[in-house]
C-alpha cells in the first residue's frame, strides 16, 4: 500500500475542517499511514473460513426471562400519594408556563 501523501491529508483535513499547520500535515500523514499499514495488515489475516465476530469470547444473555408477574393496580398505587387526578400522581407546578389547551 502506498504511503499517504500531505495533499491527501490537507484533503481529509479540509473535509473535516481541521485547521492543520504544515508541520502537522507531515506528522498526520505518517500516523495515518501507520494505521492504513496496521489495517492492511488485519485484512491480509482475513480468512473466508474464519466468520466475523464482534467480540473474542461468545456472549450469554445473563437476564432473567421476561415473566409477568402481579402487581399493583391504579388505586394501590395511588393510595400513598398526597394527590391523585384522573388515575395518575398530581403534582405542583414548577414553572411558570401557560398550559396549551
Do not use: W, Y
Amino acid at each position: 500500500m502506498a504511503a499517504i501523501s500531505r495533499e491527501e491529508v490537507a484533503h481529509l483535513a479540509r473535509l473535516s475542517r481541521l485547521a492543520v499547520t504544515e508541520e502537522e500535515l507531515d506528522v498526520f500523514a505518517g500516523q495515518l499511514d501507520v494505521i492504513l499499514q496496521s489495517v492492511a495488515k488485519v485484512g491480509e489475516v482475513a480468512a473466508a473460513d474464519i466468520p466475523p465476530t464482534s467480540h473474542s469470547v461468545p456472549l450469554t444473555n445473563v437476564l432473567r426471562e421476561d415473566v409477568v408477574t402481579p402487581c399493583l393496580t391504579p388505586q394501590e398505587a395511588l393510595s400513598g400519594a398526597p394527590d391523585a387526578e384522573e388515575q395518575r400522581f398530581r403534582v405542583p407546578r414548577i414553572l411558570d408556563e401557560d398550559v396549551a389547551s
